[in-house]
């Protein structure tokens, strides 16, 4: 009864996020528009030569997609707050735990995924070699999910504050340099023909580690926010 | 005494405006944090004052 | 049970109070004393490096400085697990006061360590592993300030800077090693030569003096700042009343 009741209440959480997103629209939408701009801006503020664009393209995309994904952590639970679901998701019995990587993977979905998904074009308008673009989806694919679950402890920490935007990417950004690294590594490894192989290791170890004790953090920065 | 002048000491050969600069900016801050320190500390005494003024007042009335 | 009354008494605003009181002249005396009495050593008594020149004698404040504020962060994390863990109000004016001393110190850090990077490698600034950790570091104090100074309610900012600092804690070591990784891709042959190896036995005994006046001192400090919050907390009680605005009765020591 209880891990069936786990499984499906995640499932019901899952479902929920999706189909509001899905009405809405802006908001996996949001973050692959910025993706794209701030991409085009580079070659813009940089010059258009193509072997310099390629020797900085792993790093300019994934320091952009870092951002989109943080810049769109701050919703992950503000519309629940703000109508008082959050309220609801405390005070009901069901277990929190399971909820809040149901939220975390449904943003995850909604933003880190459809980036990754959407790299490669972006990889080609900055003449990164083909030889990445394996990397680029996949590190990128692993991890944003890692960003997702850091950005979730920042989102729950500031979701009752009426300015969290800037300071959410204050408290979270210096938590994503390990994945910054990681990720960045694994494209540019890949550019040159070596193993990248490691650096999705890396990014696994992280994405467990995120898993396990991310949502313990989220869960009581969450009271924390809803109690005030 | 490693130096054989004052001025050798000051100069450091060359290094001095480095290590000088150094030494002076942690006394700066280290300085500044015992400043702050004594100003949170005034600034909650009045607090408190005003706590009691306020309680005094109000028992006055009575 | 004698753990679990030190434990309560710890916990008391009001005892902690008198007790640091006791124990402030200590500190500030014996801090100064270090800090001042190193600082001559290292600067005057001390020969220069022979690779470095004078310049290392930076390192006299530099070492220290990052040692404390990283030792400060832990002890930050560690209050503010006390305090989530056992709602114990002091852990939370500790973790509060940590804060600033912390981000000053991981200032100085920085600052010092680019003015000896001058120098010495020639340039104000590289991005060697040990530096970025420090920038980081002192990127992760900025956010818990920010993030106490964003909520209206106190008890609200203490839980969460606690959240916040306890996951940069954890995260800590992954970033250090991550970053540690990251050097090692990119290092620039042409300043590996200069490393701890060159410095003399005679050198460290200095450095020692500096580094325990500087601990001594983030605790002077750590309690300086303390025991203000503990008043500006507590004034609503009648012991502050009475400490601050002069005893009217006997019963107060």
Redesign the interface.
């Known amino acids: 009864m209880a891990s069936a009741g786990v499984s499906s209440l995640v499932v019901a959480v899952l479902r929920r996020d999706l189909s509001a997103a899905a009405r809405r629209g802006s908001e996996w939408s949001n973050p692959l528009v910025f993706f794209i701009m701030v991409c085009a801006l580079f070659p813009l503020g940089i010059g258009p030569q193509p072997e310099r664009l390629a020797e900085l393209a792993p790093g300019i995309l994934w320091v952009v997609a870092l951002l989109a994904s943080l810049l769109a952590s701050d919703s992950v639970f503000r519309g629940d707050y703000d109508d008082a679901t959050l309220e609801q998701m405390l005070l009901s019995h069901q277990p929190l735990y399971p909820q809040v990587i149901a939220k975390t993977i449904a943003h995850w979905l909604l933003s880190g995924l459809p980036l990754s998904l959407l790299s490669p074009l972006l990889g080609v308008l900055l003449h990164l070699p083909m030889a990445g673009m394996g990397a680029l989806m996949a590190s990128l694919a692993l991890g944003s999910a890692v960003l997702s679950f850091i950005g979730a402890?920042g989102a729950a920490?500031?979701v009752?504050?009426r300015?969290g935007g800037l300071?959410l990417s204050?408290?979270?950004?210096?938590?994503y340099?390990?994945v910054l690294?990681?990720g960045s590594?694994a494209v540019k490894a890949a550019v040159e023909a070596g193993p990248y192989l490691p650096q999705l290791a890396m990014l696994g170890v992280?994405f467990l580690?995120a898993l396990a004790?991310a949502p313990l953090?989220i869960c009581?920065?969450l009271r924390?926010?809803v109690?005030? | 005494m490693y130096f054989d002048s004052l001025g050798d000491f000051l100069a450091m050969d060359g290094h001095g405006p480095y290590v000088w600069f150094c030494y002076g900016v942690t006394a700066v801050v280290l300085g500044g944090l015992l400043w702050e320190a004594r100003r949170r500390r005034q600034s909650a005494e009045q607090a408190v004052r005003t706590v009691v003024r306020r309680k005094q007042a109000s028992t006055g009335k009575e | 049970m004698s753990i679990w009354t030190t434990f309560h008494k710890w916990g008391s605003p009001r005892w902690f109070y008198q007790f640091s009181g006791r124990l402030l002249p200590y500190l500030a005396g014996l801090s100064l004393l270090l800090l001042i009495g190193g600082a001559v050593w290292g600067l005057a008594l001390v020969p220069a490096d022979y690779k470095q020149g004078n310049s290392f004698r930076i390192i006299y404040i530099h070492v220290p400085a990052s040692a404390v504020a990283m030792g400060a962060y832990m002890t930050m994390a560690i209050a503010g697990a006390i305090h989530l863990i056992w709602r114990m109000k002091l852990a939370a004016m500790v973790m509060k006061a940590i804060a600033p001393i912390g981000a000053s110190l991981t200032f100085l850090a920085l600052l010092t360590g680019a003015v000896w990077g001058k120098p010495t490698w020639g340039t104000w600034w590289v991005w060697d592993a040990r530096i970025t950790s420090v920038l980081i570091l002192f990127f992760l104090y900025l956010g818990v300030m920010a993030l106490h100074q964003a909520f209206d309610n106190r008890d609200a900012a203490a839980k969460a800077c606690a959240v916040l600092v306890i996951v940069g804690a954890v995260n800590i070591p992954i970033i250090y090693w991550s970053v540690e990784w990251w050097y090692s891709l990119h290092q620039p042959a042409s300043i590996r030569f200069i490393g701890e190896s060159t410095i003399h036995p005679s050198m460290l005994r200095p450095l020692m003096a500096t580094l325990s006046g500087m601990y001594l001192f983030f605790a002077w400090a750590m309690l300086l700042f303390t025991r203000a919050e503990i008043l500006d907390r507590e004034r609503n009680t009648r012991w502050v009343q009475d400490l601050v605005c002069g005893v009217q009765e006997q019963g107060v020591k």
């Open positions: 402890i920490l500031t009752g504050l300015k300071l204050l408290i979270i950004l210096p938590l340099i390990p690294i990681f590594s992280f580690l004790l953090a009581g920065a924390i926010s109690d005030q």
